[in-house]
């Protein structure tokens, strides 16, 4: 009678041990398939301040230096210029200011560096985090101009200070697509994948890229 028990709570054990092994696998697969339908999301357009195609205000203001810039156009000649908004204290922008200078580098893009804060708080990042030919921009009116209320949020422009992209920029991925996207016509990555002629052909790359 004993033996009989144990045997039958065995192959009731087992067939739950198989039976959850079986869900496993299947929960395994679909988050596979939604891990290869899933395309990368580039950088988000949360402010209200100019639009991508209009020219970007002018800003007559000077570097923590002291130095006097024209924000909004072009710093070198013929050159675009990245607008990367950030905070002294903020953690993701001390991390992606090395992926910037790298993309910046490769885009042959100005980069200037568009903050808010204490005389203290700037020059303890600036120790920190010494420029390699940024500029380096304290102030707040730009910021809310372009309505940005987070970041780190970059703002691409063109040699004539036109508007091509913009974005909030937490990762490498993010500050690409602001050049990667106006290749393909469009301000964002989430309008070039809503376009119907280029969504699948986007999603069959990362498809490939997956396997």
């Given at each position: 009678?004993?033996?009989?028990?144990?045997?039958?709570?065995?192959?009731?054990?087992?067939?739950?041990?198989?039976?959850?092994?079986?869900?496993?696998?299947?929960?395994?697969r679909?988050?596979?398939?939604?891990?290869?339908?899933?395309?990368?999301?580039?950088?988000?357009?949360?402010?209200?301040?100019?639009?991508?195609?209009?020219?970007?205000?002018?800003?007559?203001?000077?570097t923590?230096?002291?130095?006097?810039?024209?924000?909004?156009?072009s710093?070198?000649?013929?050159r675009?210029?990245?607008?990367?908004?950030?905070?002294?204290?903020?953690?993701?922008?001390?991390?992606?200011?090395?992926?910037?200078?790298?993309?910046?580098?490769?885009?042959?893009?100005?980069?200037?560096?568009?903050?808010?804060?204490?005389?203290?708080?700037?020059?303890?990042?600036?120790?920190?985090?010494?420029?390699?030919?940024?500029?380096?921009?304290?102030?707040?009116?730009?910021?809310?101009?372009?309505?940005?209320?987070?970041?780190?949020?970059?703002?691409?422009?063109?040699?004539?200070?036109?508007?091509?992209?913009?974005?909030?920029?937490?990762?490498?991925?993010?500050?690409?697509?602001?050049?990667?996207?106006?290749?393909?016509?469009?301000?964002?990555?989430?309008?070039?994948?809503?376009?119907?002629?280029?969504?699948p052909?986007?999603?069959?790359?990362?498809?490939?890229?997956?396997?």
């Open positions: 009678m004993t033996s009989g028990i144990l045997i039958a709570s065995n192959v009731l054990l087992w067939g739950a041990f198989l039976a959850l092994a079986a869900l496993m696998l299947g929960v395994i679909q988050i596979g398939l939604l891990h290869e339908r899933s395309a990368p999301l580039g950088a988000m357009m949360i402010d209200h301040g100019p639009d991508v195609g209009e020219r970007s205000p002018i800003f007559n203001v000077n923590f230096d002291g130095e006097p810039v024209l924000v909004g156009r710093i070198t000649p013929g675009p210029s990245l607008l990367m908004f950030t905070g002294p204290s903020c953690p993701i922008c001390q991390k992606l200011l090395p992926i910037i200078r790298s993309v910046a580098a490769i885009e042959e893009t100005d980069v200037i560096l568009i903050s808010d804060g204490t005389q203290a708080e700037h020059r303890q990042f600036l120790k920190d985090h010494p420029l390699d030919g940024e500029l380096y921009v304290v102030s707040a009116e730009i910021g809310m101009r372009y309505q940005v209320s987070k970041v780190p949020y970059g703002v691409l422009l063109d040699q004539d200070g036109k508007i091509l992209a913009k974005g909030l920029c937490n990762t490498r991925e993010h500050v690409e697509s602001l050049f990667e996207t106006i290749r393909h016509g469009h301000s964002t990555l989430q309008n070039y994948l809503k376009d119907e002629n280029t969504a052909k986007f999603k069959q790359v990362t498809a490939n890229k997956v396997h």
